[in-house]
């Protein structure tokens, strides 16, 4: 069965770089979810998207923004990186907004030196 | 805020042992209890739980919620070295997005 796609799986951005990460969500789910996960963390919640929209946002820094486009696909856009950006970032998709399982991507990972 | 606890944070046991791993949440607005396993890559979905007292199975893996102490468990039976893992726990509530547990990272011994 097709999964979430994500890419880059690995990328290294110098501080104060911009970075753009690419979520394709599992055919026909049409809302998608950002995660965070620091080392030894769990996953924190950023962003998300429902048919094109911001849907909710949650611990997501202001020098991070993101969308979804027409095909469902969204980018996560991060600027001005700091040190503490590094981490592994998922996306996750449901089948709908009401849908609560999310199936998650494989992730990116993000090292900035 | 939403808090979800997961106990122990590490276990090691033997291959053949049973295994019961807790999570406790404190929650408004409650959806639904989620576990997930995840391999030093992306979190796979194990079960989604909504109503209390209604196992979940899949092979050696079962899950039950209790609603009304705020709880859930994740059994597995005859483990076996590849089911090592760090098993999460997330809740959904109001917000989109799940907020999760620290896990328990789960070490099977030949």
């Known amino acids: 069965a097709a999964g979430v796609i994500q890419s880059p799986r690995h990328l290294i951005k110098e501080k104060r770089e911009t970075a753009t990460l690419k979520c394709y969500p599992i055919p026909r789910h049409d809302t998608v979810y950002w995660y965070q996960q620091g080392p030894g963390q769990d996953p924190q919640f950023l962003i998300s998207?429902?048919?094109?929209?911001?849907?909710d946002k949650g611990s997501i820094p202001d020098r991070f923004s993101a969308q979804q486009f027409s095909d469902y696909h969204s980018e996560l856009n991060m600027s001005s990186l700091e040190l503490g950006d590094s981490a592994l970032y998922f996306c996750?998709?449901?089948?709908?907004?009401?849908?609560?399982?999310?199936?998650f991507g494989p992730g990116t990972r993000l090292t900035v030196l | 805020e939403d808090k979800v606890v997961q106990s122990p944070l590490s276990l090691v046991v033997h291959e053949g042992d049973t295994v019961t791993l807790n999570c406790s949440y404190e929650v408004t607005n409650f959806r639904s209890l989620l576990w997930y396993k995840q391999e030093k890559k992306a979190p796979t979905f194990l079960f989604m739980l909504?109503?209390?007292?209604i196992e979940k199975k899949s092979g050696r893996l079962s899950s039950i919620l209790d609603k009304k102490e705020l709880f859930s468990i994740l059994n597995i039976t005859a483990t076996q070295t590849g089911d090592s893992a760090v098993y999460l726990c997330a809740e959904r509530g109001g917000a989109d997005g799940l907020t999760f547990g620290k896990g328990t990272h789960l070490i099977i011994q030949p």
């Open positions: 909504t109503s209390s007292g």
């Open positions: 996750a998709s449901s089948l709908s907004l009401t849908t609560d399982t999310q199936y």
């Open positions: 998207f429902y048919e094109k929209m911001q849907s």
